[in-house]
């Protein structure tokens, strides 16, 4: 049983506005599609910064949310191209929850184009979706399509939020 969920936009571009926010409301309404009963919190945008993301993170594992998604930043694409912005909401994810499981998606170019991660700490499942709407979209769709059949492994949450982003783009996943 889902009763609490929280939503964790992450971006400089979507905290000032620079890019509007439709992931969160699109999650927020699949959340409560399958789960009704579901309390939804959505938190402030957050700004690209690893300790500000940690600690929000932790913060919604001792609410005791049920599921945690954290949106954008996956891509680190700043690691390749020195003038792309510099996401780093997969290196918060890794820091904050050292066992989480993850898999990488590589473009056409050899660069890294995701990494999706989830880990259970406690009741809370954490799990990341890229930015792009469509992905997020699939992403999240896929991860609560597992939770809704009582899926919580995270390893089989990767695997599946992967697939659905890579479905996408006929990318191959590697890890």
């Keep these: 049983m889902v009763n609490k969920a929280i939503i964790i936009p992450t971006g400089d571009e979507i905290l000032n506005g620079t890019v509007i926010d439709t992931n969160s409301p699109a999650i927020m309404a699949m959340i409560l599609e399958r789960f009704p009963h579901c309390e939804v919190t959505r938190v402030t945008p957050l700004a690209d910064d690893e300790n500000a993301i940690i600690k929000k993170i932790k913060g919604a594992i001792e609410q005791r949310a049920d599921i945690v998604i954290i949106i954008g930043g996956s891509g680190g694409g700043h ?97």
């Design 79 to 175: 690691r390749f191209i020195p003038n792309a912005s510099k996401d780093f909401t997969h290196s918060a994810i890794v820091r904050a929850l050292p066992n989480c499981c993850y898999k990488e998606l590589y473009g056409k170019n050899g660069h890294m184009w995701s990494k999706l991660i989830a880990a259970k700490v406690d009741n809370s499942l954490v799990i990341n979706v890229p930015g792009p709407y469509v992905e997020a979209v699939a992403a999240a769709k896929a991860a609560l399509d597992a939770i809704s059949k009582g899926i919580t492994d995270p390893q089989t949450i990767v695997e599946r939020t992967s697939m659905a982003v890579s479905q996408q783009y006929h990318l191959n996943g590697e890890n």
